[in-house]
């Protein structure tokens, strides 16, 4: 088990951008997948982002492709997602995750979680 803790999140106006941070505990982070989720007010959480532990292999919905970036620093043991060009429907809190199922995307296989961090884009 991998204990989380993330940073970053806060009140952008629309088109700026934020950094969030999550760092891991332990010296087994290098062993896991990354991922990050969202859930808006009244709304399922939903799939953002993630990146293999093997292969370094990222995904990213739809949604944000091209304006999000997905990284991690295993000496750190940290791993980041760089928001840029955010959009009001950005707005939810953020959480990451770790997984040790390759190339998974889905919230049930990832095994540790953090807080959350609340992201709120004003237009």
């Known amino acids: 088990q991998v204990q989380l803790a993330e940073s970053g999140g806060g009140l952008v106006q629309a088109g700026g951008s934020l950094r969030l941070a999550c760092v891991a505990s332990g010296r087994t982070f290098r062993n896991y997948g990354v991922g990050w989720f969202r859930q808006a007010p009244g709304k399922e959480r939903e799939f953002v982002a993630a990146?293999?532990?093997?292969?370094?292999?990222?995904y990213y919905r739809d949604s944000v492709k091209g304006r999000f970036t997905i990284s991690r620093d295993n000496f750190k043991n940290t791993a980041y997602l760089q928001m840029d060009s955010l959009k009001p429907e950005d707005t939810a809190v953020y959480y990451c995750a770790v997984t040790m199922t390759i190339g998974t995307i889905l919230s049930r296989d990832f095994d540790s979680w953090g807080q959350g961090t609340q992201v709120t884009v004003s237009s």
């Open positions: 990146v293999n532990r093997i292969s370094g292999t990222t």
